[in-house]
């Protein structure tokens, strides 16, 4: 059974150490509170989790429209952090090479390159059209709508997979 937050309750604020604060009222506070999706992909903005620096859940947001400004934002921004996720619109180049593969690729953030391990193990498709690439330090990056990347880009992806 989910813990909803009673919303009513609910303080949020940026600590001096710019960390995200929240004191239930009544219950408890916490510093250093991580903000992390239920469903990141089906349900982005609903069962929003609050856990303390510990990791201990403090309790769940049953939506995130239900949060008046300017705790939203604050939840917002938290999760933007988080969830981080560039999103690679074109693929300029793509080898592989002893068992990695090294990906020089265009994002909506920008180009970069990206070193990953062995394609099979680096990319997951989540569900039809939508695969996620995580590189050798971790990081993750999302490919989506491969039908509307340039010729060559659709190439290169369809030729390793």
Not at 4 to 13: G, M, N, T
Not at 27 to 46: I, K
Not at 87 to 108: F, H, M, Q, S
Not at 119 to 133: K, Q, V, Y
Request: charged fraction near 30%.
């Amino acid at each position: 059974m989910l813990d909803f937050i009673d919303l009513s309750k609910l303080q949020l604020e940026i600590a001096p150490d710019d960390t995200l604060r929240a004191v239930i009222e009544g219950d408890r506070g916490s510093r250093n509170v991580q903000v992390l999706r239920a469903f990141p992909l089906s349900a982005p903005d609903q069962h929003i989790v609050l856990r303390d620096g510990a990791g201990k859940e403090l309790g769940v947001i049953e939506r995130l429209s239900m949060v008046d400004e300017p705790r939203q934002t604050l939840l917002k921004q938290a999760l933007d952090r988080y969830y981080f996720l560039p999103r690679i619109v074109k693929i300029n180049a793509l080898a592989e090479r002893y068992g990695a593969a090294v990906w020089d690729v265009e994002t909506d953030r920008g180009p970069i390159v990206i070193n990953t391990s062995h394609l099979i193990d680096a990319l997951t498709e989540m569900e039809n059209g939508l695969f996620i690439l995580r590189d050798s330090e971790g990081n993750r990056y999302e490919i989506s709508e491969v039908e509307k990347m340039d010729e060559p880009s659709r190439l290169m992806f369809a030729g390793k997979f």
